[in-house]
T-cell receptor
Framework: KAGVTQTPRYLIKTRGQQVTLSCSPISGHRSVSWYQQTPGQGLQFLFE???????NKGNFPGRFSGRQFSNSRSEMNVSTLELGDSALYLC???????????FGPGTRLTVL | DQQVKQNSPSLSVQEGRISILNCDYTNSMFDYFLWYKKYPAEGPTFLIS?????DKNEDGRFTVFLNKSAKHLSLHIVPSQPGDSAVYFC???????????FGQGTRLTINP
């Protein structure tokens, strides 16, 4: 069974631009969550999607948004990029509540 | 307010010995706990989990202990192997929510 895949693996953007990251969950998993990892704040929850609906949201500004498609693939978008948005963005999928989340390799975003 | 804390940023253990990684939490609503292992530039890899209805869960060389009264969990790795060298994160969630709250991580180094 293929794992969680994320594209692209690396991105370099400049301040003010916007970016879209993509995540394909493990086949059969309908829940997709996004996390941000930075050296200062660690791993922080961004949001979770299930059946194309956002179920949970972390404490991030509205510049961070996401969506999920009918095939469970998910995208997250960050608009008006700031230097502090430089981070590893991780996507995780799970088969259901109370089950472990499986993470993808992440997208390393650098904002210059 | 950090709800999940790993107070040891690093730990060094001799190969073949036991590694014990600790984690404390403050939110008594947490009812599901997980340990992840992470290598640089990769996503976290799920190791083992425990529900709050249990106080111990074993999987091969990995055992997780949960002390609800102390709001403390620990991961034991026996015997430790060089391939165990990585950063270990504990995480917690409640009521089946897919929002994981992570600790800051402990870097484990296994010395030959």
């Amino acid at each position: 069974k293929a794992g969680v895949t994320q594209t692209p693996r690396y991105l370099i953007k400049t301040r003010g631009q916007q970016v879209t990251l993509s995540c394909s969950p493990i086949s059969g998993h309908r829940s997709v969550s996004w996390y941000q990892q930075t050296p200062g704040q660690g791993l922080q929850f961004l949001f979770e999607y299930f059946s194309e609906t956002q179920r949970n949201k972390g404490n991030f500004p509205g510049r961070f948004s996401g969506r999920q498609f009918s095939n469970s693939r998910s995208e997250m978008n960050v608009s008006t990029l700031e230097l502090g948005d430089s981070a590893l963005y991780l996507c995780a999928s799970t088969s259901g509540p109370g089950n472990e989340q499986f993470f993808g390799p992440g997208t390393r975003l650098t904002v210059l | 307010d950090q709800q999940v804390k790993q107070n040891s940023p690093s730990l060094s253990v001799q190969e073949g010995r036991i590694s014990i990684l600790n984690c404390d939490y403050t939110n008594s609503m947490f009812d599901y706990f997980l340990w992840y292992k992470k290598y640089p530039a990769e996503g976290p890899t799920f190791l083992i989990s425990i529900s709050s209805i249990k106080d111990k869960n074993e999987d091969g060389r990995f055992t997780v202990f949960l002390n609800k009264s102390a709001k403390h969990l620990s991961l034991h790795i026996v015997p430790s192997q060089p391939g165990d060298s990585a950063v270990y994160f504990c995480a917690a969630s409640h009521q089946g929510a897919q929002k994981l709250v992570f600790g800051q991580g402990t870097r484990l180094t296994i010395n030959p």
